[in-house]
């Protein structure tokens, strides 16, 4: 089951509504995934620091501990500090922190996920209240394992990299095996972390996010769709067969994606939009400039 919604934003006169647009859409898709819901949002940024959104309990006084800026969202605290203090950070999380999980790292990217219906969890975190230039959620129904915060999506393995999807993969252990040794890192046994995992050692050695994903068609068995953020772009591919529902809506503003249509229908000038079904085995992929 499980429900997918992406918006990535060509406007700038848009971005202060980024957060409430996406809040909208994630809660129509609750009926395909009251268990958990999460959201990555790429806010503001830049090259010379870092951003570290961390989840767990007792946050309040972590980022003073630490020296560094934090800000607290409920369950979830998102640290920024100089680009060159990540490996002190991370060090001093490993070891005085241990039960923090590090959900999202990165120059834009924030990442937020809990158990919960998906309305409750977007205003827990205050997504309405967020801008940005694009970003992507999901809503679980969980089907083959149990419901807890580690099982929700997005799943990030990369700097500035996150995935949401809705399918299954059937060789995702072998793919794990893989990929262990090649220095990719996982937190969870979810599959849809190892397709993460993937693309992001794909995007290590060189290739395009276009070309990652068009590469993951021939190595992931079963069936999937992905949408994926980057620092700079959004791109949706579905497998071969293409049994999961999905539509997609472009204007000169934005570009969104929905597992159903009404998903998108609260989006401004949705009217006048091109809608279309992503075709099969095809990569689409939008950047910002």
């Known amino acids: 089951m499980c429900g997918i919604v992406g918006l990535f934003l060509k406007d700038k006169a848009l971005e202060p509504q980024l957060g409430s647009l996406l809040a909208g859409m994630l809660e129509v898709m609750t009926d395909r995934g009251p268990d958990s819901a999460g959201f990555a949002i790429y806010g503001a940024g830049d090259a010379d620091h870092l951003k570290l959104t961390v989840r767990g309990p007792d946050l309040d006084g972590l980022a003073t501990a630490l020296g560094v800026e934090g800000v607290v969202r409920d369950s979830h605290l998102v640290l920024v500090f100089a680009k060159d ?8 999380l490993a070891t005085e922190r241990p039960d923090l999980v590090v959900t999202g790292a990165g120059q834009r990217i924030e990442l937020y996920k809990e158990v919960g219906l998906p309305a409750d969890v977007a205003a827990r975190f205050g997504l309405p209240g967020m801008s940005g230039t694009h970003g992507i959620g999901h809503t679980r129904m969980a089907t083959e394992s149990a419901v807890t915060t580690d099982g929700a999506h997005p799943f990030s ?3 500035d990299q996150c995935l949401v999807h809705n399918g299954s993969l059937s060789n995702h252990h072998s793919l ?3 990929l262990e040794p090649q220095g990719i890192r996982f937190a969870t046994d979810n599959d849809s972390e190892v397709a993460a995992g993937y693309l992001s050692w794909k995007l ?11 590469a993951s068609l021939h190595d992931l068995d079963g069936f999937f769709t992905f949408v ?9 591919v579905r497998d071969p067969i293409s049994c999961k529902p999905a539509v997609m809506a472009e204007t ?3 570009v969104a994606f929905g597992s159903e249509y009404r998903a998108l229908a609260g989006l401004p000038g949705i009217g ?16 910002r400039h």
């Open 85 to 92: 203090q990540e490996d002190l950070v991370r060090g001093w």
């Open 157 to 159: 393995t990369g700097l």
């Open 176 to 178: 794990r095996r893989m």
């Open 204 to 214: 290590r050695e060189g290739a395009t996010l276009a070309q990652a994903l068009d």
């Open 228 to 236: 994926v953020g980057t620092e700079s772009g959004f791109a949706v």
């Open 252 to 254: 000169d503003r934005y």
């Open 272 to 287: 006048t939009a091109r809608l279309f079904e992503p075709e099969p085995a095809r990569v689409y992929a939008w950047e």
